[in-house]
Nanobody
Framework: VQLQASGGGLVQPGSSLRLSCAAS???????MGWFRQAPGQDREFVAA????????YYADSVKGRLSISLDTARNTVNLQMNSLRPEDTAIYYC?????????????????WGQGTLVTVSS
């Protein structure tokens, strides 16, 4: 499956953004995840959602502010980002996994999108 992330941009602290990841085919049997990579840092887990739409998992740093959701009719996974902080600045990547066991690890995913840049700055 091919993944295309979109929705990034430059926003002020406290603002919201909605990232979307469109898949070339059905995502109904995949675990979908979002990761991010800040300059000079490793790619880190942000959120994941299992193929049934639940459960969902989040990194501690984003709990309560970010929300992942599936739109299986449109083969899309979304990441609603609220109360953005400067430390959220990164390239955000979506990914798809055939198995759910490694949902928090980059190595647990089989397919990756190209990334979309989110910059949070005043």
């Amino acid at each position: 499956v091919q993944l295309q992330a979109s929705g990034g941009g430059l926003v002020q602290p406290g603002s919201s953004l909605r990232l979307s990841c469109a898949a070339s085919g059905s995502i109904s049997s995949y675990t979908m995840g979002w990761f991010r990579q800040a300059p000079g840092q490793d790619r880190e887990f942000v959120a994941a959602i299992f193929w049934m739409g639940r459960p969902t998992y989040y990194a501690d740093s984003v709990k309560g502010r970010l929300s992942i959701s599936l739109d299986t009719a449109r083969n899309t996974v979304n990441l609603q980002m609220n109360s953005l902080r400067p430390e959220d600045t990164a390239i955000y990547y979506c990914a798809a996994a055939l198995n759910s066991g490694g949902y928090y690890r980059t190595g647990g995913y089989d397919y990756w999108g190209q990334g979309t840049l989110v910059t949070v700055s005043s």
